[in-house]
């Protein structure tokens, strides 16, 4: 038995006036998806428990089977994992974005205009960072690189409570109330992130991003932090041989962390322009090597909800469905061996707020032995009016792995 479960992060969406009141789902061709969840078990899961914030770890988490509530420390240490970081047990890893502020005033009145510098490519962003750890970085301080706009600070002793806000959630604010604030403890990062903006603000690589039109990567922000984590074996778990493809490190930390194989694909970049063909024929290759289990994540319609790009975000559910799910649909049918598909995204990534919502998503499961009675097509709606409702998201893999 082979399984697939596709997650297209953060497709699951609101109505828009812009689609006609239709959501992406709705308003996006995706023929594979809509066939395969006519003979589906289809329905929704909340993946993101009571109190906890909707981030990508917490609910990658729960699809993969692992309670959030217990297991969830941040996701800077799993990002730092997939990095290749040796985390000791007194250092505490951090997210660096680097972003896009305003000009305009001192730091603290200046505005967050993108949490991603307009997707910076992670080859300037490498020249970015290596300036920072050569300017910041000391003994118990490092910068390291990882892709786009998403970096890692380590810091030994450091503070792994402290409630920072994700720049991705004040797009548009002035970020004035959105600091680190010295009155509770976060002074040694506000002088951080304010240092960086003097690095950075016109260091050649923004001069010549300016220049081309793009925003420049003008600050560093720091959010997420986390000790070194622990995740039981999913290999051991549920007695599969499992693997993870994702441009991102934090989906292929978590693999790393549970004893899945992280499998890399050359220009995947965690947007709309990575290679979703390359992801399909990763998942085919891991397949055909013995693999049971096969994760897909990608990350295309979660960065084109926080840009709020509504017809890329459309244009990627269509790519995602014709250059990912339909070539390895097509592939487990020619095998000959039996076989589940599950698709759904991790969070809903409303274009509206810009940011992530705690919602429940839809899903379909989907069996080659035994076909269900499923839904027209595969929307927010058509799932939500089967009245299959999954409060726990990290029960839901009862639902598809056979036990051994």
Same mark, same amino acid.
């Given at each position: 038995m082979e399984y697939l479960t596709l997650v297209p992060d953060g497709m699951a969406d609101r109505p828009l006036p812009e689609l006609d009141n239709k959501t992406p789902m709705e308003a996006a061709k995706k023929p594979c998806m809509d066939r395969l969840a006519q003979m589906s078990i289809v329905g929704t899961v909340l993946n993101v428990p009571d109190g906890m914030v909707? %981030?990508?770890?917490?609910?990658?988490?729960?699809?993969?089977s692992f309670d959030p509530a217990i297991y969830s420390r941040g996701r800077s240490p799993l990002e730092a994992a997939s990095m290749g970081i040796e985390m000791a047990p007194e250092d505490t890893a951090y997210r660096c974005n680097l972003i896009t502020l305003s000009d305009e005033g001192e730091y603290e009145a200046k505005i967050m205009l993108d949490h991603s510098a307009d997707e910076i490519t992670t080859e300037e962003a490498d020249i970015l960072i290596k300036e920072l750890d050569k300017k910041?970085?000391?003994s118990t301080m490092k910068f390291y690189?990882?892709?786009?706009?998403r970096?890692?600070?380590?810091?030994?002793g450091g503070n792994d409570?402290?409630?920072?806000m994700r720049p991705h959630d004040i797009i548009g604010r002035k970020i004035r109330e959105y600091l680190p604030?010295? %009155?509770?403890g976060g002074g040694q990062f506000l002088e951080l992130m304010k240092q960086s903006y003097e690095i950075l603000a016109d260091h050649p690589v923004n001069r010549s991003r300016r220049a081309r039109g793009l925003k420049p990567a003008n600050s560093a922000w720091l959010w997420s932090p986390g000790k070194k984590p622990q995740l039981p074996s999913f290999t051991e778990k549920w007695k599969v041989r499992a693997a993870v493809i994702s441009a991102v490190d934090l989906i292929k930390g978590i693999g790393l962390c549970a004893g899945m194989t992280p499998i890399s694909v050359p220009g995947a970049t965690g947007n709309i322009h990575t290679n979703f063909r390359g992801k399909a024929e990763a998942a085919i290759g891991a397949f055909r090597d013995g693999y049971d289990f096969v994760y897909i994540h990608i990350e295309a319609p979660d960065e084109c909800g926080h840009r709020a790009e509504i017809e890329n975000k459309v244009k990627s559910i269509e790519m995602i469905d014709e250059m990912v799910l339909r070539p390895v649909y097509e592939y487990l049918q020619s095998y000959g061996d039996e076989y589940k598909i599950l698709v759904l995204p991790d969070h809903p990534t409303p274009i509206e707020t810009r940011?992530?919502?705690?919602e429940p998503v839809p899903f379909f499961l989907y069996s080659s032995a035994e076909n269900a009675n499923g839904v027209p097509s595969f929307t927010e709606a058509t799932a939500r009016q089967t009245g299959l409702y999954i409060p726990e998201g990290h029960h839901l893999l009862d639902l598809v792995i056979k036990k051994r």
């Open positions: 909707p %981030e990508s770890d917490t609910a990658n988490m729960s699809i993969l910041l970085g000391s690189t990882g892709v786009s706009y970096h890692c600070l380590i810091i030994k409570k402290y409630d920072f604030q010295k %009155e509770n940011t992530h919502s705690r």
